[in-house]
Nanobody
């Protein structure tokens, strides 16, 4: 079992910045993909960005240039730096972890962290 814990959400004014962190913990697993999704009220959960263990990143088109995902493999931690935040970025941000035990991979989700951007 892998535990996924996010931190770093909060309230920020439009144009401001926030940095989210997500740490995965457990034993007997190797982490493949890590990333962030978000869900705004009344909307479906959507991709923000992902990063492989080798550092290859993938961003949703609308997030390119403002958001930066990074990862510390030694700490099993993924970060999301969010700049020039807009009110439409308000959402619950969920950390995603794909981890393998033996030959089987599983998806894990954090509990979510609220990001609120005021205008």
């Amino acid at each position: 079992q892998v535990q996924v814990v996010e931190s770093g959400g909060g309230l920020v004014q439009a144009g401001g910045s926030l940095r989210l962190s997500c740490a995965a913990s457990g034993s007997g697993f190797s982490i493949n993909l890590m990333g962030w999704y978000r869900q705004a009220p009344g909307k479906q959960r959507e991709l923000v960005a992902t990063i492989t263990s080798g550092g290859i990143t993938n961003y949703a088109d609308s997030k390119k240039g403002r958001f930066t995902i990074s990862r510390d493999n030694a700490k099993n931690t993924v970060y999301l730096q969010m700049n020039s935040l807009k009110p439409e970025d308000t959402a619950v941000y969920y950390c995603y972890v794909n981890a393998a035990t033996g030959f089987t991979a599983y998806n894990y989700w954090g509990q979510g962290t609220q990001v609120t951007v005021s205008s």
